[in-house]
């Protein structure tokens, strides 16, 4: 039995989202109905862009974007090297090859100053990450991209609610790219959305999002009756997933205030231990979604970074790794490309080096105090 049970991460689904569900449930239609629409819109309205395209998850939404950019085999797109393997995989199942960047020391994001040397004539893309959701350095990377007429792609995987100058991440490139998987920021237990103020290229998500079928059963002539102009993929959203997102996105502002709190708190009260040391967004102007508190381990202590994690599980603490490898050096990328770890040392520490504490909705104060009562007390062991 545990001391404590402090979840890493824990989805919020009260009474009002299972009475919508079970509402939608009721009705006849079940995927291409009203609530689709609904929280399409929604979202748009909450990140302010034109447009918004529901998916059956973020890979997917990721995977439909570059098919719909017709990036495809012989293409090069510059990524994150410190991200979800979901993040690469989308570029390599379009059939086009992934250029992993190096992370900067301070926030694990992408280092803007090393992508201008890995542009060549077949780079088609920049896919830029907010990790953890802290915004990258969006506005230097969209110069990077005008310059050469890169598309630019947002993995927003983490940071609903992060902004930079008051805008919301996703609307600075061609298109960004959310996930309601369940311990994020909001759920629709599973799911993604696409945004994009590009018409264009939302009628070209559209299309493909559901085999290239033309039309839909809400606007065909004769039932049945439809034709398919090109490929596409199933990768749609059902009505149930979308009830689910308008109830949680009405409460977003209070789980992402519960978060910062929880954040700001563990900020705080280890910033006197100096065997930690925070990752957090290093520009005024930049607005973090505080998925999790991540602290880099001082050099005596990172050796014990597993076994760290290991007691505070034993206590009842969850704690999480973001992410187990750079994905360069994860088996698959390593072994095709022989990347070499060396290229990849910042990306490293915040993979093998750092310990990554909760701070969700589920969370108080009082757990944030009991996080910081056992942390101190198991690095004070390893002082001795």
Excluded: W
């Excluded at 311990?183 to 018409?199: D, L």
């Excluded at 520009?283 to 602290?295: D, E, H, L, V």
């Excluded at 056992?374 to 004070?380: F, G, V």
Aim: proline content about 3%; glycine content about 6%.
């Amino acid at each position: 039995m545990h001391k404590y049970n402090i979840q890493f991460g824990k989805p919020l689904i009260g009474k009002e989202e299972k009475f919508e569900v079970n509402k939608t449930l009721n009705s006849p239609i079940l995927v291409h109905g009203s609530k689709i629409k609904i929280f399409e819109k929604k979202f748009s309205e909450y990140c302010k862009s034109k447009f918004a395209i529901s998916v059956s998850s973020c890979t997917a939404g990721l995977h439909l974007l570059y098919f719909s950019l017709n990036i495809t085999k012989g293409d090069e797109v510059i990524v994150s090297s410190q991200t979800h393997t979901a993040t690469a995989h989308a570029i390599e199942l379009s059939g086009a090859k992934p250029v992993f960047i190096d992370s900067e020391d301070e926030s694990g994001n992408i280092d803007v100053n090393l992508i201008e040397k890995k542009i060549t004539k077949k780079t088609k893309a920049i896919c830029v990450v907010h990790y953890l959701g802290i915004p990258c350095d969006i506005l230097k990377v969209k110069k990077i991209c005008k310059k050469y007429k890169l598309s630019l792609i947002e993995d927003c995987a983490l940071a609903v609610g992060a902004k930079v100058n008051n805008q919301h991440v996703g609307t600075f490139g061609d298109a960004g790219v959310f996930s309601f998987y369940p311990v994020k920021h909001m759920t629709t237990a599973e799911g993604g959305m696409i945004i994009t103020n590009k018409k264009s290229l939302s009628n070209k998500l559209l299309l493909n999002r559901a085999f290239g079928v033309d039309r839909d059963h809400t606007n065909r002539k004769y039932p049945g009756q439809y034709d398919v102009k090109q490929l596409g993929f199933n990768y749609r959203m059902s009505e149930i997933n979308a009830t689910i997102g308008i109830v949680q996105l009405k409460k977003i502002s209070n789980f992402l205030r519960k978060r910062k709190q929880n954040f700001l708190y563990l900020k705080k009260h280890l910033k006197a231990n100096t065997h930690l040391k925070i990752v957090d967004t290093k520009y005024k102007n930049f607005s973090n979604s505080f998925y999790c508190c991540c602290f880099v381990l001082s050099k005596e202590i990172q050796s014990k970074r597993n076994e760290i994690n290991l007691f505070l599980k034993k206590l009842g603490i969850g704690t999480s790794v973001y992410y187990p490898h750079p994905v360069p050096l994860m088996s698959y990328y390593k072994n095709k490309y022989s990347y070499n770890k060396n290229n990849f040392l910042n990306a490293s520490i915040f993979s093998y080096n750092s310990i990554f504490l909760p701070v969700g909705p589920h969370l108080n104060i009082e757990h944030m105090k009991i996080i910081v009562k056992e942390l101190n007390k198991i690095i004070e062991f390893y002082e001795k």
